[in-house]
């Protein structure tokens, strides 16, 4: 089959946003994105009853339609002869004003907003693992999943530090990578979701050589045909020659000496406080490989929240989120007019990215 062929019938299926922790601000930032527009079809894995007393709430106008999978929203979309880009139209998606859910819990109706809850955990984990399934099934091709609240996973029994293992778990165990992007930037991390302490320690030639393999192809398959990847240093100055420690010296440079070998662009170790600005709208690098959670992420959270996008790299499926958290604080609050005060830009540029990506 030549590819774009191959391309058409991979447009033609939804993607899938599943709703995050219910208690958070993951429904309304989600109904927000449908009430703008979305530029490709998307279902959401998530609680009907939820959505729709949140849509009232929000007064946003939006019809909340149960479907039982992205099949039957598409041969609904036919039947009722509505607009659909399952028919290569090229309009956004439009089920008739609604949006399609994918029912995945049965939450009370009174349950918190803006509080901790295990049912909430509980019914973000669902979401989560229904959205996995549709992907590795070929249902869907992408998967954005809105934020959920690690500590409500756990108190739900469920004993993941945040969506990345979990999916990487779903997918097979996989060895997966967390990239964040915005239009200036791209940083992927060694380590994830580990204290300082443990992160350091788990710093391996293995760890650091599997991340610029992951990095390297996934960076090809975006459309990089020669990705230049920069490695930040651990220590302060990249070690200063080993004034301020060994592990540029011992464990960086050799490994960026075989990933070389191995045709990898990489480069460095560079110090940590001035990589980023040398790859800040890819000047010099198309990435940077960080150390650790805040080393990687405080630069391109810094640029700003609402264009930030969490793409897990290495999954047998396009997955992205947006790079803030379920915001208990505001959930539920009703803002100027009842409109709420969550902002659905991250969420809708991690849309955008998951359309570009599963495209290709």
Same mark, same amino acid.
């Given at each position: 089959?030549?590819?774009?062929r191959?391309?058409?019938?991979?447009?033609?299926?939804?993607?899938?946003?599943?709703?995050g922790?219910?208690c958070?601000?993951?429904p309304?930032?989600?109904?927000? $994105?449908? !009430?703008?527009?979305l530029?490709?079809p998307c279902?959401?894995?998530g609680?009907?009853g939820?959505?729709r007393r %949140?849509? %009232?709430?929000?007064?946003l106008?939006?019809?909340i %339609?149960?479907?039982a999978?992205?099949?039957a929203?598409?041969?609904? !979309?036919?039947?009722?002869g509505l607009?659909? &880009?399952?028919?290569h139209?090229?309009?956004?998606?439009?089920?008739?004003? $609604?949006?399609?859910v994918i029912a995945?819990?049965?939450?009370?109706?009174?349950?918190?907003?803006g509080?901790l809850?295990?049912?909430?955990g %509980?019914a973000?984990y669902?979401?989560v693992?229904?959205a996995?399934e549709?992907?590795?099934?070929?249902?869907?091709? !992408?998967v954005?999943t &809105?934020?959920?609240?690690?500590?409500?996973?756990?108190?739900?029994?469920?004993?993941?530090?945040?969506?990345?293992?979990?999916?990487?778990?779903?997918?097979?165990?996989?060895?997966v990578?967390?990239?964040l992007?915005?239009?200036?930037?791209?940083t992927?991390?060694?380590t994830?979701?580990l $204290?300082?302490?443990?992160?350091?320690a788990?710093?391996?030639?293995?760890?650091v050589l599997?991340?610029?393999e992951?990095?390297?192809?996934?960076?090809i398959?975006?459309?990089i045909?020669?990705?230049?990847i920069?490695?930040?240093?651990?220590?302060?100055?990249?070690?200063?020659?080993g004034?301020?420690?060994?592990?540029?010296?011992?464990?960086l $440079?050799?490994?960026?000496?075989?990933?070389?070998?191995?045709g990898?662009d990489?480069?460095?170790?560079?110090a940590?406080d001035?990589?980023?600005?040398r790859?800040?709208g890819?000047?010099?690098f198309?990435?940077?490989?960080?150390?650790y959670?805040?080393q990687?992420?405080i630069?391109?959270?810094?640029?700003?929240?609402?264009?930030?996008?969490?793409?897990?790299?290495?999954?047998?499926?396009?997955?992205?989120?947006?790079?803030?958290?379920t915001?208990?604080d505001?959930?539920?609050?009703?803002?100027e007019?009842?409109?709420?005060?969550?902002d659905?830009?991250?969420l809708? !540029?991690a849309?955008?990215?998951?359309?570009?990506?599963?495209?290709?």
């Amino acid at each position: 089959m030549d590819a774009t062929r191959t391309a058409g019938r991979r447009a033609d299926r939804p993607i899938a946003i599943t709703l995050g922790d219910p208690c958070g601000i993951g429904p309304e930032i989600v109904l927000k $994105a449908f !009430a703008a527009g979305l530029p490709t079809p998307c279902v959401v894995v998530g609680d009907v009853g939820l959505l729709r007393r %949140e849509s %009232e709430r929000l007064r946003l106008g939006l019809a909340i %339609e149960p479907v039982a999978s992205p099949a039957a929203l598409a041969a609904r !979309a036919a039947t009722d002869g509505l607009p659909s &880009a399952f028919a290569h139209a090229p309009d956004p998606f439009a089920f008739s004003g $609604a949006v399609p859910v994918i029912a995945a819990t049965a939450l009370p109706p009174d349950l918190p907003q803006g509080r901790l809850d295990a049912r909430g955990g %509980e019914a973000a984990y669902r979401y989560v693992c229904k959205a996995a399934e549709l992907a590795l099934r070929g249902e869907v091709r !992408a998967v954005v999943t &809105a934020p959920l609240a690690k500590e409500a996973l756990n108190l739900a029994g469920h004993h993941w530090p945040g969506h990345t293992e979990l999916l990487a778990h779903l997918a097979g165990d996989v060895p997966v990578r967390m990239m964040l992007a915005n239009q200036e930037l791209r940083t992927v991390l060694v380590t994830i979701h580990l $204290a300082l302490r443990q992160a350091l320690a788990a710093l391996s030639p293995a760890n650091v050589l599997e991340t610029l393999e992951i990095t390297h192809r996934s960076l090809i398959r975006m459309g990089i045909e020669t990705p230049r990847i920069a490695v930040a240093g651990v220590n302060p100055h990249a070690g200063e020659a080993g004034l301020f420690g060994r592990e540029e010296i011992d464990l960086l $440079a050799p490994v960026i000496a075989q990933a070389r070998a191995q045709g990898i662009d990489a480069r460095g170790p560079f110090a940590p406080d001035t990589v980023f600005m040398r790859a800040r709208g890819f000047r010099e690098f198309d990435v940077v490989i960080a150390m650790y959670h805040d080393q990687g992420l405080i630069p391109v959270k810094y640029l700003g929240l609402d264009e930030g996008v969490n793409i897990t790299i290495g999954l047998p499926f396009v997955r992205t989120s947006p790079d803030h958290g379920t915001a208990f604080d505001i959930a539920g609050q009703p803002g100027e007019q009842g409109s709420g005060l969550a902002d659905p830009r991250s969420l809708m !540029a991690a849309i955008e990215q998951a359309d570009r990506l599963s495209r290709r």
